[in-house]
């Protein structure tokens, strides 16, 4: 098996400032995302990435950059923190391009803004 | 439009109980259906998934899910619910042939009694 390991668990940043998570899984897999989770929302995708060097927009991508240098790893970065925001970020991958709809998550990064 | 509807966003049942979580879904091409879990402080996981075939499928833990084409409906089901079934159920539609974009529900939370 595999695991999903995303940096840091918790994440306290202040209004304006640009925070970084860290996503790394060992499935070996293609394609990686990250999605928001916010009460009452649902999931939400920011990002997701099909191989290495390959950036794809979701849904939420304004106010966020992604970087996928490696295969086995996939960081997001939100460019200004917005104050009272709080949400959980979740990174997922799964195998080939994606198209089976099988993820493979994270267990989260919660953010917190001052 | 694409969505996903999960009507009940709590849902409280006493173990050994039957349980019915319910999910509709819009989507104008094939649907692929998934029902993910995510329990506390954990990330989602895939609990079963719906490609084609037998309406009905098995998942983890003695959950199933039923594929009614004509109500666009793929509710989740459990014959006797136990305590450590309490989390929070998504239910989610695959858009191909956009490389495993899913949508999610809302999400049911699910509090079982003792």
């Known amino acids: 098996g595999g695991i999903i390991t995303q940096t840091p668990k918790f994440l306290i940043g202040q209004e304006g400032q640009k925070l970084t998570l860290k996503c790394q899984q060992n499935f070996n897999h293609d394609t990686m995302y990250w999605y928001r989770q916010d009460s009452g929302k649902g999931l939400r995708l920011i990002y997701y990435?099909?191989?290495?060097?390959?950036?794809q927009k979701g849904d939420l991508s304004e106010g966020y950059d992604a970087s996928r240098e490696k295969k086995s790893s996939f960081s997001l970065t939100v460019t200004s923190a917005q104050k009272n925001e709080m949400a959980v970020f979740l990174c997922?991958?799964?195998?080939?391009?994606?198209?089976?709809?099988?993820?493979?998550f994270g267990e989260g990064s919660k953010l917190t803004v001052l | 439009a694409q969505s996903v509807t999960q009507p009940d966003a709590r849902v409280t049942v006493s173990e050994g109980a039957s349980l019915q979580l319910r999910c509709k879904y819009s989507?104008?091409?094939?649907?692929?259906l998934f029902w993910y879990v995510q329990y506390p402080r954990q990330g989602l996981q895939l609990l079963l998934k719906y490609y084609s075939g037998d309406p009905v499928v098995q998942g983890v833990n003695g959950f199933e899910a039923e594929f009614i084409k004509s109500n666009s409906s793929f509710h989740l089901r459990k014959a006797s619910v136990h305590w450590s079934d309490s989390a929070v159920y998504f239910c989610?539609?695959?858009?191909?042939?956009?490389?495993?974009?899913?949508?999610f529900g809302l999400g049911t939370t699910l509090q079982v009694q003792p």
């Open positions: 990435s099909i191989t290495e060097n390959d950036l």
């Open positions: 989610a539609v695959l858009i191909t042939g956009n490389t495993g974009k899913l949508i």
């Open positions: 997922a991958s799964s195998p080939g391009t994606g198209d089976t709809g099988q993820l493979y």
């Open positions: 989507y104008s091409g094939t649907p692929y």
